[in-house]
């Protein structure tokens, strides 16, 4: 069960199997091995784990006599896998979801379904909803057990999870400066709390937890003969980019980007590795504004299946579009954007609704910058607007620490190219609220007040970036800060 509330699945599923395999009556091992297959904050169930769960709940509810409790968690789990070929991943979330409240409410002394019942609250969460009902009701549970478990790695973990969020991240703080103590050989609950440091542009506890858990994942892909890297390695380095990125540390951050292109094999081959091998590559030419580098990216590496993740491999495309864009490379940019276009043709014919609005923010973008660059700046903003408000109503994926670039930055250095600087101040100052202290935000606003003839707010900002900043560090927009500073 630790294994199990630390989305160490794999090795949760082999403990589960041993006891099936010592006691075959054991109803509950059952339910355990078909919990490990459905990962409610990550990627839904392949068509191979949807079959392992189904068969393993059969087996369960063919043995005799199960008690009333455990036939309500077995029960409670196959809403994800009885009817996996009539309905989509959410609506049997919130069945499931359904189901262990009415366990919840019928066993209010079981700490378990009470934490998998907040659990599932999270997974059955609509992602548009902003005022986050079920979050604060999982929160509202997870905090009235919590007094009794202070070292329960589920309550913490969740705890993280559920308020992963703009205006909430706050509240799980202290949570995640205890989870790698909890749990402290698990990579992921090592990694987990730079969910919470990242929503709050905390970057050296960030690189600190990021550094702990890919050190973590070496060590099991050694322990348990990986060949290769592990996945979870990868994608503690994309946190890892994110927040040396933030810090303008882009010597280290070249080191991450640099070792991510000597990596050959990698286990298990899904979303989060490709989600590292593409945005990794385009964090660090985007964040500091490198378009020759955006514009020179490949799809790489060459082995992997990327016409399995259109979603990822659209990143690359974007980031190479922008470059191109900037360089006034418009025949290019244009190509980019028709392979856009169809990799998200290719996410609406596989109705991933997320993915296929994320997409369409990314060439909404793409399309602004290409305006802005033909000379049809009001039509350019307008666009940028919309593609900003439009991620700004979307919560990120859990797999990312952010956006490659955000919408609403880059509408900020729109407005400051066109001289509009309070415009852009409000936009920039819009993106910290929702991205606290990200290096690009927090220069656009410094030069925006500084434009606009407020010297005292620019001293805010740089000073900001100034005392997060690596102290070697020369990327230009730093040292115009600090000559600022100094100077005033």
Known sequence: MELLHSFEYEEAEKQFAKIIEADPQCAMAYWGVAMSNYHPLWTPPTAAELKKGKQVLDLARSIPNIPERESAYIRAIAMIYDD?????????SVQFMEAMDSMYRKYPDDKEAAILFALSLDAAADPADKSYANQKKAGEILNAVYPGEPNHPGIIHYIIHTYDYPGLAELALPAARKYAMVAPASSHALHMPSHIFTRLGLWDESVRSNLASTAAATCYAE???????????????DYLEYAYLQKADDSLAKKVRDYLSTIETVYPMDFKVAYAFAAIPARYTLERKDW???????????????????????????????????????????????????????????????????????????????????????????????????????????????????????????????????????AYQANLKIRPNRFNALYGAGRAAEKSGNREEARKYYRVLSDQSAIHSNRPELISARLFLRDT
Not at 223 to 237: C, M, P, R, V, Y
Request: net charge negative; proline share 4%.
């Open 84 to 92: 996996a070929d009539k309905s989509d991943l959410h609506t049997r």
């Open 223 to 237: 322990n348990t003969s990986i060949k290769g890297h592990w996945d979870e390695e990868l994608h503690g380095l």
């Open 292 to 426: 020759s580098g955006a514009a020179d990216l490949a799809v790489r590496p060459q082995y992997f299946p990327w016409n399995s993740y259109p979603w990822q491999e659209a990143i690359i495309h974007f980031a190479r579009l922008l470059g191109m864009v900037h360089l006034n490379r418009m025949d290019s940019a244009t190509m980019q954007l028709v392979i856009l276009k169809k990799l998200r043709d290719t996410l609406m014919l596989q109705m991933d609704k997320y993915k296929v609005n994320q997409v369409n923010i990314q060439i909404q973008t793409a399309e602004a910058w290409m305006l802005f660059y033909a000379g049809k700046k009001q039509q350019a903003l307008a666009q940028m607007q919309m593609a900003a408000d439009k991620e700004d109503a979307t919560e990120k994926h859990p797999v990312t620490p952010g956006e490659v670039i955000p919408a609403r930055e880059l509408l900020g250095d729109m407005l400051l190219l066109m001289g509009r600087n309070s415009e852009a101040l409000t």
